[in-house]
């Protein structure tokens, strides 16, 4: 994609949502970061069902804590690897009030000190909560950046590092939700609904599927 493209591309999504948000919820840095450790390999649905009454009786670090970690355990063992994630969670919880007074650090390189916490979990918590401009890459970026041609790359992080560069203002901010939003409800993994996507002209997939398909 040319960079006028790249401005186009982006500016169809942002009229569609103007305001692009997470589809975790959670209600403070802390819970937010507890949410996106929670989602790896799950969705944003499960993590929610699963964390609304765990939400309600943690807010803090020390909260969770005090829950343990098999009190942990039985909220959240709906969701995919919860074994790891609930030990992960408690060391996490524990880090965060012996080293930080139980807040949340607001850069990249403290958040991946926190176990379970990888680049796109810290990238997020920095978008979402510090209004930082990050692109957290995830399985529906990675998929759309490739398939666009907005930005090629074999791993995660060379997607990454494309978006970082390519991507314009005054996008910067909402770009990873609006390509997250866009992998997850149009252009979806196994049938691309290319018949109603609003950026289908400017897209390079040469697999368009630009009928919908009977039935659907």
């Known amino acids: 994609m040319t960079k006028d493209q790249i401005f186009e591309f982006f500016r ?15 209600g403070n840095a802390y819970q937010l970061v507890v949410a996106v450790a929670l989602s790896a390999q799950a969705t944003d649905v499960g993590v929610n069902k699963a964390t609304r009454a765990l939400f309600r009786a943690v807010e ?18 709906t969701i995919g690897l919860f074994n790891s994630k609930a030990k992960n969670v408690i060391a996490l919880s524990q880090l965060l009030v012996d080293d930080y007074g139980g ?64 991507v314009p203002q005054p996008f910067r901010l909402g770009a990873h939700h609006w390509l997250i939003l866009h992998g997850r409800y149009v252009c979806k993994a196994r049938t691309p609904e290319c018949w109603r996507c609003p950026v289908v002209d ?13 039935g659907r």
């Open 12 to 26: 169809r999504l942002a009229e569609d949502n103007p305001a692009p948000e997470t589809e975790l919820e959670y």
């Open 60 to 77: 803090t670090p020390a909260h969770m804590i005090q829950l343990g970690e098999d009190g942990l355990k039985e909220h959240i063992k």
């Open 103 to 166: 807040e949340v650090p607001d850069s990249r390189e403290e958040l991946v000190k926190l176990p379970g916490v990888g680049r796109k979990t810290a990238n997020v918590v920095l978008n979402c909560w510090f209004g930082q401009e990050t692109f957290a890459v995830d399985t529906h970026i990675f998929r759309v950046g490739n398939r666009t041609g907005l930005a090629k790359g074999k791993t995660p992080e060379q997607v990454e590092a494309k978006l970082e560069k390519r």
């Open 202 to 214: 400017l897209c390079s997939y040469r697999q368009k599927v630009l009928e919908k398909p009977k």
